[in-house]
């Protein structure tokens, strides 16, 4: 879906759950409540693959504004520190120093924990928080446009592809300060996460264009009259958005996947020890021996299951040369899934 800016990312699942009729819902990676674009979201037993897609790597579009630096790195804070603009060589220059692999800084006011706390808490407490470095890969950057004041760099928009784990807004702060300036992201739009992209979300056609302009008139807006109510346009949008979990699909998210044969049905729901016997791989994996049901995991991976007839069933994890369960899903869930079928298939052949 496409989250609205204004909005936290949890009360923007509301509508997801009242179109689905569902309480179970789970986003896969926070967007502040000042940005906008995508989140994927995982519904029902899907709730537990949220942890496996934050992983991906993700691509934003961010308008950052030069000069100024506040509290949050945002619009939401307050402006603790100014400086000069920088010039348009300046900015370019910079841009190029931060691409690859990076040492970053996350913001004070963030979700890290640092012993035992959110830093954010500690932080709105008064206390200051000392968080350390963390390692960032920004494949690509790209300076998309630029607003002038005086021939100097009052605001940028700026693309970016980067790994997981990389905060935008610390980005902002570090290329304003490499320009001798100081800098905070006015907006910022997630276009992308692992092969997901924001065009194919429900409620894409609900933002407005992202460009410098538009962030200044969207940010003035909010000040004033806060965030529109749109729940309504989105949910009707959902159903038609939502895909199920397939072999297909898990290979598109990037995941392994298995089937779980037919006669080991009942040792797999009821948690007994896993044998490899109990699968089909599909394909032929390195290090996996057919006849004798062996397999030498090569890499820490982990695995969507499925059952003979397609239905997803699970995770399983490959590590240290053995396989241990992710999660099961209910197989009451799974014998519901089986009957919707079967009614399906008889309703087609009336």
């Known amino acids: 879906m496409a989250k609205l800016p204004g909005r936290t990312s949890f009360s923007s699942l509301s509508a997801v759950k009242k179109s689905l009729e569902t309480t179970k819902v789970g986003h896969t990676g926070t967007l502040d409540s000042f940005a906008q674009g995508l989140l994927v979201v995982c519904a029902g037993s899907l709730t537990r693959l949220a942890d496996h897609i934050t992983g991906f790597n993700k691509s934003y579009e961010a308008v950052i504004e030069f000069g100024k630096e506040t509290s949050t790195l945002d ?31 996350p913001p004070a006011f963030s979700a890290i924990h640092v012993d035992g706390k959110r830093a954010s808490d500690a932080t709105r407490k008064g206390h200051t928080v000392e968080i350390p470095p963390r390692d960032i890969t920004v494949y690509k950057n790209e300076l998309l446009e630029v ?22 807004r610390a980005l902002a702060r570090d290329i304003g ?34 460009t410098i302009a538009d962030v200044l008139e969207e940010n003035a807006l909010l000040a004033q009259n806060g965030p529109g109510e749109t729940r309504e346009l989105l949910m009707a949008e959902i159903p038609s958005h939502v895909v199920q979990m397939t ?9 392994e996947t298995i089937h779980l ?18 699968f089909d791989f599909g394909r032929d994996i390195e290090g996996f021996d057919k006849e004798n049901h062996n397999q030498i995991l090569i890499k820490q991976a982990s695995y969507c299951v499925f059952t003979y007839d397609n239905i997803f069933c699970g995770m399983l994890d490959g590590k240290e040369n053995r396989f241990s369960y992710g999660f099961v899903v209910p197989f009451n869930l799974i ?3 089986r009957k919707n079928s079967l009614c399906l298939e008889k309703e087609a052949l009336k």
């Open 247 to 255: 072999p297909d699909f898990a290979g598109y998210c990037g995941l």
């Open 75 to 105: 619009p939401e804070g307050e402006v603790v520190a100014t400086a000069r603009l920088p010039s348009l060589e300046e900015l370019k220059s910079s841009l190029e120093k931060f691409t690859g692999k990076l040492k970053q800084v």
């Open 261 to 278: 044969k037919e006669d080991f049905e009942k040792d797999y729901f009821n948690g007994r020890p896993l044998r490899y016997k109990m």
């Open 335 to 337: 014998e519901e899934k």
């Open 147 to 168: 607003l002038l004041e005086n021939d100097r760099v009052k605001y940028a928009r700026v693309s970016f592809d980067v790994s997981k784990g990389t905060y935008i």
């Open 177 to 210: 300060l490499d320009c001798s300036s100081r800098a905070y992201l006015a907006g910022l739009l997630r276009t992308k996460v692992g092969t997901f992209e924001l065009k194919d979300a429900a409620g894409y056609n609900l933002l407005r264009k992202f």
